[in-house]
């Protein structure tokens, strides 16, 4: 093999593993067959258990989401992803610590939004940085700043990997403590009727005052009024619908049009950057289960 080109090398290679596998194709079918009726039922159970039980369902693929990666990251040794995976579990606890307290404190609804808002905002702008970086790889532009192919690929794809990763995590976990915060303050109530009636001068989201008179604690904002005639602190509503990922009125639950909301064609991408999170939310936590399991039934029935 040694007296081999490279070219000659890797067709010896190709032929034994050809010679190897010879007669496998029945096998080949059936762990074919067995992964496509994985993906089918697990689908199905796993929508069913979110329209019956969607509060378990999303605490799991919650938890699944901060972990899964966590092993791979220690088992390849990314060190940048676990120092990085460390401050944001670190920031985001304490946050979400803040959240579940009761009585809430009052400027808790900003510091959750903020928090969750900067790291939405980071998450997307990083997500676009990799996407640009791995088009301009596809099409050459690369060697303008005489950078190698596979360097700036692997530039691109590790921020694409990181944007993609924290923006889905930042939602799920902005979701949950949306509807905690929410509750306590008591204008809001996922299932039934909310335990406060609602003023016209407070903001059902983070419960303060829209209209602050003189010598008075509050904050003074910008309104916005929703179709249903309820009125919020712009930041609030804004943060509930895109950061908590809520799509109805804190108070009466009537469906927000986010178009409306979003006039503005440079915020729109927002909406369709978060509806991208939800998606891969179902990739990355539960794709290397079902994969686990395929490879597991493979193994039982003694396939290679």
Same mark, same amino acid.
């Given at each position: 093999?040694?007296?081999?080109? &490279? ?7 190709h ?17 074919? @067959?067995?992964?496509?009726?994985? @993906? ?9 258990w ?10 799991? %693929? ?6 899964? &990666? @966590?092993?791979? %990251? ?8 676990l +120092?990085i995976w460390?401050?944001? *579990?670190?920031?985001?606890? #304490?946050?979400t610590?803040?959240?579940?307290? /009761?009585?809430?404190?009052? %400027?808790?609804?900003?510091l ?16 676009? +940085? ?5 088009? #301009?790889?596809?099409f050459?532009l690369?060697?303008?700043f005489?950078? /190698? &192919? ?5 530039f ?6 990181? !944007? ?11 979701e ?6 929410? *509750? ?9 009727? &909310?335990? /406060?009636?609602? *003023?016209? *001068? +407070? ?14 604690? !509050? ?10 005639? $309820?009125? #919020? ?8 619908c ?12 009537? /469906? ?5 909301? #979003? ?6 991408? $927002? ?22 399991? +395929? ?6 029935? !003694? @396939?290679?």
């Amino acid at each position: 093999m040694s007296d081999l080109s &490279p070219e000659e090398q890797w067709r010896v290679e190709h032929a034994r593993m050809h010679a190897k596998h010879r007669g496998h194709e029945a096998m080949h079918a059936e762990m074919v @067959l067995i992964l496509i009726a994985t @993906l089918v039922v697990a689908q199905l159970l796993l929508v069913q258990w979110k329209q019956r039980h969607p509060r378990s369902y999303n605490m799991v %693929t919650l938890f699944q989401m901060w972990v899964v &990666p @966590l092993y791979f %990251t220690v088992k390849l040794h990314w060190w940048r992803f676990l +120092v990085i995976w460390i401050f944001f *579990s670190a920031v985001t606890a #304490f946050v979400t610590f803040r959240a579940t307290r /009761k009585p809430l404190v009052q %400027t808790t609804p900003r510091l959750v939004y903020k928090w969750f808002l900067l790291i939405y905002k980071i998450s997307y702008a990083t997500g676009i +940085v990799g996407y640009m970086a791995v088009m #301009f790889t596809l099409f050459g532009l690369n060697l303008l700043f005489k950078i /190698k &192919p596979e360097d700036a690929m692997d530039f691109g794809i590790s921020l694409l990997f990181y !944007g993609l990763y924290y923006g889905v995590l930042e939602r799920d976990f902005a979701e949950m403590c949306a509807d905690y915060m929410a *509750s306590t303050i008591g204008f809001y109530s996922e299932s039934g009727m &909310p335990t /406060k009636h609602l *003023s016209d *001068s +407070v903001c059902a989201v983070c419960g303060q005052q829209i209209f602050v008179d003189v010598n008075e604690e !509050g904050i003074i904002e910008n309104t916005y009024r929703l179709s249903c005639n $309820h009125v #919020f602190h712009e930041f609030c509503i804004r943060g509930w619908c895109i950061v908590g990922k809520k799509q109805t009125c804190p108070y009466c639950k009537e /469906k927000v049009d986010l178009k409306r909301m #979003f006039s503005n064609p440079w915020e729109r991408p $927002h909406v369709m950057y978060g509806q991208l999170l939800d998606w891969l939310r179902y990739l990355v936590a539960w794709q290397p289960v079902i994969i686990g399991l +395929v490879q597991g039934i493979s193994y039982i029935l !003694g @396939l290679e």
